[in-house]
């Protein structure tokens, strides 16, 4: 997504919900085209739009996994349900206020991370962005990858017999993976501009082959009552709902806790903060809980189905004997990724990575180093015994703190009011100590250290063992970081030059 931005000298303007840059900034070391505020002819989304890019964000399968992991951990289904809305409704308010600033300015995450930590101090939280945005990459490309193996699989019975094992992976496994990210790297070189034509088509197939797998599993456990009673058997088995709410809960925040923060990304192309708002109520909550409630509906018929839990499709798709139907799930999960990855996983690491030198790295570039980041990360290791406690909790420290520190600064600190142009110079007021805000460092660094503890015992599966009470704070690491980021950066900028200057322009 690009914008341009005029040549002519006139002043900031002003136009309802919106601020419009006139002046010439072109020839700053902190400007490029991907970078560039958006123009008011630019900013075309209704909410619609903003509903539609969420419901194709949601409907994915990890979504569809993140529920089942739920019920395998011993949830019942309707536990799960409410915890998956509640986790959505939670990330949400971050979400709308974050998205403000994109809206009215025009600004993407890296360029509204200048007022906060500096021009050049924006790179740090910019950079954890780009690197949770290459995991969720590769997470996606794996999931691709797998769909690919099972099919070829069925189809080319000597395919399985390529078992050289590399990096954990049996050969014909790596070719699969390598075949989808190969995929993906060409709709990246192509422009975003390519995948138009499939996204249509992606996320209402995945709905489609979603309820069709519903039915089939309510047809074979005898009815939805039986279905449903699959988790209650579980959780029978288990008896341990408030000892892994908490986690699941901040899981669920975590899941979005990431777009919470970039999504000035999109919002920047937004008609109205209306639009924006009220696109993203429709279209995040509502679409998250359906989709998930197909995974949890049909992990919890597996167990009456197969006796055990079945969180992942893939897996229940390789139990399937016929080619026809491994084909048609395939087509869905290989369309659904592929859209879903390059919207939401491509465009902020892109442009947090042009952030580290407009002048060299372009938005493809950018997409370019997410994709070798992505495979690097080894993906198929997060979305193990990982997925929710390792890397979802974990990462939700990271971006809570970031997330708090945003908010105070735009909405308490600032009130809303920024310079559009004093963003782009490198010597302006949004360049602090050397380009970096040292309050905002501290914040973020302060603010995620009670959680690293906890995240070094899930991450060592508990051969790192701290104290009880820190293992607590962990399982709630997004809120604490939120809070801590929060209030620590207001502690520490109260009074600060810059935001002093902003707030006379009012």
């Known amino acids: 997504m690009k914008s341009t931005t005029t040549t ?5 303007i002003h136009h309802a919900d919106f601020v419009e840059l006139h002046e010439d900034v072109s020839h700053s070391p902190l400007w490029n085209a991907d970078l560039a505020p958006t123009t008011l002819a630019q900013r075309t989304w209704s909410t619609w739009h903003i509903a539609a890019l969420w419901i194709g ?5 990890t979504t569809y996994q993140l529920a089942g992991g739920m019920i395998s951990a011993g949830m019942t289904w309707w536990q799960a349900l409410i915890t998956i809305l509640l986790g959505n409704t939670i990330v949400l308010i971050p979400m709308c206020l974050n998205a403000h600033a994109g809206t009215k300015y025009g600004v993407s995450f890296p360029v509204l991370l200048r007022s906060s930590f500096g021009t050049v101090g924006a790179n740090v939280p910019a950079m954890l962005r780009a690197i949770v945005a290459c995991g969720w990459f590769g997470i996606q490309t794996w999931i691709g990858g797998e769909a690919m193996d099972v099919l070829i699989g069925m189809m080319f019975p000597g395919w399985k017999t390529l078992t050289t094992e590399l990096i954990g992976l049996q050969l014909h496994t790596w070719l699969a993976l390598l075949l989808f990210w ?8 192509a422009g975003l501009e390519q995948i138009k034509h499939l996204e249509s088509w992606g996320s209402p197939l995945l709905l489609i082959g979603g309820l069709a797998l519903l039915g089939w ?10 279905v449903l009673e699959g988790s209650v058997k ?20 975590g899941y979005w806790a990431t777009l919470s923060t970039n999504i000035p990304d999109f919002t920047r192309y937004a008609r109205s903060q209306k639009s924006q708002m009220l696109g993203q109520a429709l279209g995040l909550p509502t679409t998250m809980t359906l989709f998930a409630f197909i995974g949890i509906a049909v992990t919890s018929a597996t167990v009456i189905i197969y006796g055990y839990p ?8 390789a139990k399937f004997n016929s080619i026809a139907i491994v084909l048609f799930a395939t087509l869905i999960i290989f369309l659904a990724q592929l859209t879903t990855n390059l919207a939401a996983n491509v465009v902020s690491p892109s442009n947090d990575f042009s952030n580290l030198n407009p002048r060299l790295i372009s938005y493809m570039t950018g997409g370019l180093i997410t994709a070798v980041i992505g495979m690097l990360m080894m993906p198929w290791k997060l979305m193990g015994d990982y997925f929710i406690g390792v890397w979802l909790v974990g990462y939700s420290g990271l971006m809570g703190a970031i997330g708090g520190i945003m908010i105070c600064d735009y909405w308490v600190l600032r009130r809303q009011q920024l310079n559009l142009k004093e963003l782009f110079e490198p ?4 360049s602090f100590s050397g380009g970096v805000n040292w309050r905002a460092i501290a914040a973020l660094v302060l603010g995620i250290a009670p959680c690293l503890p906890g995240f070094l015992h899930a991450a060592t599966h508990g051969k790192i063992a701290p104290p009880e009470f820190l293992k607590v704070i962990y399982q709630y690491a997004w809120f604490v970081t939120f809070g801590l980021g929060f209030v620590l950066y ?9 935001v002093a200057a902003d707030l006379e322009e009012r």
């Open 427 to 430: 010597k302006g007021r949004y």
């Open 217 to 226: 599993c309510v047809w074979k456990a005898g009815g939805i009552g039986p």
């Open 234 to 253: 579980l959780q029978k088995e288990q008896h341990n709902f408030w000892a892994i709410f908490p986690l699941s809960l901040t899981g669920a925040v």
């Open 8 to 12: 002519a000298a006139a002043p900031t």
């Open 490 to 498: 207001w502690l520490l900028m109260l009074g600060h030059p810059s």
């Open 182 to 189: 190969g995929v993906e790297v060409y709709f990246i070189i």
């Open 57 to 61: 964000m949601s409907v994915v399968i």
């Open 310 to 317: 079945i969180p992942s499709p893939v897996d229940l798709m």
